[in-house]
């Protein structure tokens, strides 16, 4: 019999996963054409041409030991040399290969962060709505997730509310921007407010207080956004990186963490870093793929193509009526739901073959996330669905 821990993930196992096998089923029924999957971040756009380059160059000319083989875990010091100089002359910084580790992905690097810091019982602070799998996270090392509740009209970080949700407990802050389900890009004004309010509250409890971004769509910003970069704002923070969106290979599981080697028990925290990265069966970031990252740090996919599928799904729902914040960044819509039970809109959306998530999933009931990484012509075809949609709950 499984743990009972188990037992819980999975009887509340991912609706997002749940969702993407639904839309198999419903390809075979009516034809991959006449379906509309909008459930799943899963890059449609293809990677730079230099990912396949530096692969063959690689696999040609590099000795199997260094490409296969095992290395510290933090990583190969020159591809972790190669990721700080990168980030010191984009963001003005100072960081050395010491504060890298090369990760799993986001994912991975965030349970690394979490084996390291937290005691049973820490409390992790999030802002809803929130990627869901934060929970489990938390939850694999015994924490304790704590949601302040959003402001709908902006998807900001409600500061007022976090000043009553930290307490003597409080670990650890997770922010994500670009966000995942809303597009929205936290902006410096609420970077600067969320620093202060931490330090505010580290020196009211006498204790360290941990700001972790999580950046899987750092690069995916449209119009001349900026995402600010949190390590010049905060001393005791962390970010987790993946390459996952930036160079369309989520299945190659690739990504850092880059630590301020200015928080509080630095020299602990990266040694602890390490050998979480053991010990909870990653071992190492894979191999070949570091170096892979290590020849493309200057490459990233064109955003443009997810720029144009977002103002036309964008425009198409606001003129049926939807409401909606335009997304600044990722490839998600996060409009309201004609009803209270998004539940119940996503399983009407199904009557016209269309897939999307409820909002509940990411902590904000009322809401649905569309997943705009697909193509171009899969959008035009699906207008006419959405109208269906729009119409049957008399819609504008």
Known sequence: MISNKMKILVANSSVIRAMFEEGKKLADMYGEENVFDFSLGNPNVAPPEDIKTSIKRILDTESPNVIHGYMNNSGYPDVRNKIADFINKKYNLNLSLDSIVMTCGAAGGLNII???LLNPGDEVIVFAPFFGEYKNYVNNFDGELVVVPPDVDTFEPNIEILKDKITRKTKAVIINSPNNPTGVVYSEKAIKELAKVLNEKEKEFGNSIYL???EPYREIAYDGVEVPYILKYYKNSFIGYSYSKS?????ERIGYIVANPNMDGYEDIMQALNVANRILGFVNAPSLFQRVIADCLDSEVDVNIYKKNRDLLYNHLINLGFKCIKPKGAFYLFPRTPIEDD???CEDAKKFNLLL?????FGCPGHV???YCVSYEKIQKSLPAFEKLAQL???K
């Open 114 to 116: 979490f084996k390291t």
């Open 212 to 214: 972790i971004s999580d």
């Open 247 to 251: 160079l369309s290979i989520p299945g």
């Open 343 to 345: 539940k119940k809109f």
């Open 357 to 361: 998530v409820p909002g509940s999933t």
């Open 369 to 371: 996330r569309l997943s």
């Open 393 to 395: 709950y008399n819609m």
